[in-house]
């Protein structure tokens, strides 16, 4: 039998839809949506009728009928903290996104879409590698202010996706190795998969710097510069998350522009381009010492990750830990596919979420 799965993910200004037989992407389209269509709508969740109608359309549009898919499969969102791999959407889960969701952010939209598309078509719904997959050890949460704990929120999706892709290409078993995870994106996040679990990570907010986030700073100097430039936390938060690292030094998030500038001479691009080099090993080889050192592979992946000087400058540094691997590209609709098509094959079965799960994560 040949699956059919209906894959939805949701951003700020567009709903990405795209359908796939197995694994291979029968067609693939981008809904935008204009500021002033957005407007009318309180929050998120509350776009949620909206965007599934869109949704809806373009399926038509595109001559599907939704009785025959298999499967829908979401983004998932800022849920309570979560395992990897799947999750049934099942009425809890949207009461979460709904009424307790973690931030609003348009990746909480994936699963009610999901789900109500896929009460029509008479199967099931899923979202797989949520946003808020955090599986961190209890040892690795702990910092120097006792009401302040480190959390597992980053680019899951695309670090596990590259994780699984290399196992495969190495015919190598997931849970027998431990493999580090490098998204090499706007944001960049860091992950130990140990033994099958993602143990650790580096979030974009504690990490390297990035074309946009500012990456981990002084305590100190940041606290002064909280109190001397802001007065108003929502400017210092897009401070931190949308205009720092390259936006900061070069007014631009495009790295390939700012990498542009560096084979052309300029040495202050160079010296700030080779620094988030620099610290995207130094995080690497931070979440190695979590294992003793022993790493099996390294797999780099992203967008950056097609740069082949920032490939080589963090090889050159971080190959004395494990072997190191670029699959490059963010292939997040490939991975929700896939992810779908493990369960409906058998592969993983999909969790159902409970709220007595979030002690156990």
């Known amino acids: 039998m040949d699956y059919r799965i209906l894959v939805i993910n949701p951003g700020s ?5 795209a359908v796939y037989l197995e694994r291979d992407q029968q067609w693939v389209e981008s809904i935008s949506h204009t500021q002033e269509e ?6 998120i969740y509350s776009q949620m009728d909206f965007r ?13 009928r939704i009785e025959d898919f298999d499967a829908v499969v979401g983004r998932g969102g800022l849920l309570p903290p979560v395992h990897t791999g799947a999750y049934e959407v099942n009425k809890y889960m ?5 009424y307790r969701p973690q931030l609003q952010h348009a990746s909480n939209l994936g699963a009610p879409i999901a789900y109500r598309i896929a009460q029509k078509a008479n199967c099931k719904a899923y979202i797989y590698d ?10 690795y949460r702990i910092t120097g202010i006792k009401d302040v704990f480190r959390i597992g929120r980053g680019h899951n999706l695309n670090m596990r996706a590259a994780v699984l892709n290399l196992c495969e290409q190495k015919v190598i078993d997931y849970k027998d190795h431990n493999i580090l995870s490098v998204h090499l994106g706007g944001g960049i996040s860091v992950g130990l998969f140990a033994h099958g679990r993602l143990v650790d990570m580096i979030s974009d907010d504690e990490g390297p710097f990035s074309p946009e986030r500012a990456g981990g700073l002084p305590g100190y100097a940041i606290v002064d510069y909280c109190y001397d430039i802001y007065d108003d936390k929502a400017d210092m938060m897009r401070q931190m998350q949308r205009k720092g690292g390259l936006v900061s030094h070069f007014g631009t998030s495009d790295s390939r522009e700012v990498e542009k500038r560096v084979l052309a001479g300029d040495e202050h691009a160079k010296l700030v381009y080779d620094a988030m080099a620099l610290n995207i090993a130094k995080n690497i080889a931070k979440l190695s010492v979590d294992v003793n050192g022993n790493i099996d592979y390294i797999v780099l992946t992203g967008g950056i990750a097609y740069s ?4 080589k400058a963090v090889k050159e540094r971080v190959e004395f830990i494990a072997p190191v691997e670029v699959i490059p ?7 929700l596919a896939n992810g779908a098509l493990r369960v409906l094959t058998g592969v993983e079965t999909a969790r159902i979420l409970v709220e007595e799960e979030y002690s156990n994560v």
Request: aromatic share 4%; glycine share 4%; proline share 2%.
């Open 38 to 43: 957005l407007e009318p709508f309180a929050d």
């Open 130 to 139: 949520a946003v808020a997959v955090d599986e961190m050890e209890e040892l």
């Open 13 to 17: 200004t567009s709903t990405k839809v």
């Open 308 to 311: 082949s000087y920032i490939t």
């Open 329 to 335: 590209g963010e292939k997040e609709m490939d991975s």
């Open 94 to 98: 949207l009461d979460c996104l709904k």
């Open 52 to 64: 599934s109608d869109l949704v809806k359309e373009c399926c038509e549009e595109h001559g599907e």
